[in-house]
């Protein structure tokens, strides 16, 4: 079994500890499990109060001692998110009315293609272009798939709803940046959350799609 061995972040008011995992978000009431750790994901998701995956997955559980996944649950649990837009003309129920795309990059150890579902803002000048957010919900390091594009800036894939279109990516300058994470942070204020939790400043990518 493939094992991933992660350590609490910090309490929230709420009394919740965050752990970040790999892909998807699951949020669990501390009451539902008992101390110690869990050994599988699935035990988790029907207790969840609320899921939305933004490219990073998010536990939140009361305890002392980090949390043991099996690796291989997390990946299937963002499968099953990739396969409700799939089958859903592009919507993903835990992710409400916010808009969504799928992105596929290129590994950038791996080579292997990687899919990953995230929120977008449509580019209002230009309908060729959308950006997404490296967020990754505030954690303090980039998300893979964010060094994936960096990697492979030239090899991307991106859905919107039933249509597929290859893409090129960019990352944007400071000035354009903030101003593009600004009108975001306005739209969804889990955003403006996600920089204040980290000193890291998140990126702002711009998919140029290629109809």
């Not at 990073?56 to 291989?72: A, E, N, P, T, Y």
């Not at 300058?173 to 969804?188: D, I, K």
Request: with cysteine; net charge negative.
């Amino acid at each position: 079994m493939d094992i991933v061995h992660l350590q609490p972040r910090g309490f929230r008011e709420d009394g919740l500890r965050r752990l970040l995992l790999v892909t998807g978000s699951v949020e669990v009431p501390d009451t539902s499990l008992q101390k110690g750790h869990t050994e599988h994901l699935s035990d988790l998701i029907p207790m969840r109060r609320q899921c939305c995956a933004l490219a990073c997955c998010r536990i939140f559980i009361q305890q002392d001692k980090g949390l043991i996944v099996d690796k291989q649950e997390v990946l299937t649990f963002n499968e099953a998110n990739i396969a409700e837009f799939r089958t859903s003309h592009g919507r993903v129920a835990s992710f409400g009315a916010a808009p969504l795309l799928l992105l596929t990059s290129v590994g950038a150890r791996s080579g292997e293609r990687r899919t990953n579902p995230m929120m977008y803002l449509a580019n209002e000048h230009d309908p060729n272009v959308v950006f997404v957010f490296a967020s990754a919900a505030g954690a303090d390091q980039n998300p893979a798939w964010f060094h994936n594009i960096v990697a492979h800036p030239d090899d991307l894939e991106v859905e919107i709803g039933d249509a597929r279109h290859t893409a090129t990516a960019k990352v944007l300058p400071e000035q354009e940046r903030s101003e593009v994470y600004t009108v975001q942070a306005g739209l969804f204020p889990g955003f403006a959350g996600y920089q204040e939790k980290t000193s890291r400043l998140i990126p702002v990518i711009a998919l140029t799609l290629k109809r």
